[in-house]
């Protein structure tokens, strides 16, 4: 399984960005989906998942901001970012997982399949 993130950037707060994670190596439309991020000095924490049906979820620091998307026939998963905040800055991962209880999708632990990351600095 391979997976392939993209789109991060130095931005101005306010500023609008898209990642994107292409996978390969794995039946897509069978996984779930999810972004996770990365801060210096802190914990990889929950930014966002889709599941396999397209419900989403979203941590509260990123609902009505963010919002996770996914195109099985691309093997693409994307995350729009708006209203970017400095406190957004990390970099962001994105992993899959085709087992995954739903009580357990915010842990990272859970996820077997992770991307290379993408920075995303976002500048006040």
């Known amino acids: 399984v391979q997976l392939q993130a993209s789109g991060g950037g130095l931005v101005q707060a306010g500023d609008s960005l898209r990642l994107s994670c292409e996978a390969s190596?794995?039946?897509?439309?069978?996984?779930?989906m999810a972004w996770f991020r990365q801060a210096p000095g802190k914990e990889r924490e929950f930014v966002s998942t889709i599941s396999r049906s397209g419900s989403t979820l979203y941590a509260d620091s990123v609902k009505g901001r963010f919002t996770i998307s996914r195109d099985n026939a691309k093997n693409t998963v994307w995350l729009q970012m708006n209203s970017l905040k400095p406190e957004d800055t990390a970099v962001y991962y994105c992993?899959?997982?085709?087992?995954?209880?739903?009580?357990?999708?915010?842990?990272?632990?859970?996820?077997?399949?992770w991307g290379q990351g993408t920075l995303v600095t976002v500048s006040s």
């Open positions: 190596g794995l039946t897509f439309r069978t996984y779930r």
């Open positions: 992993a899959a997982d085709a087992n995954i209880i739903l009580s357990s999708v915010r842990n990272y632990v859970q996820y077997k399949n």
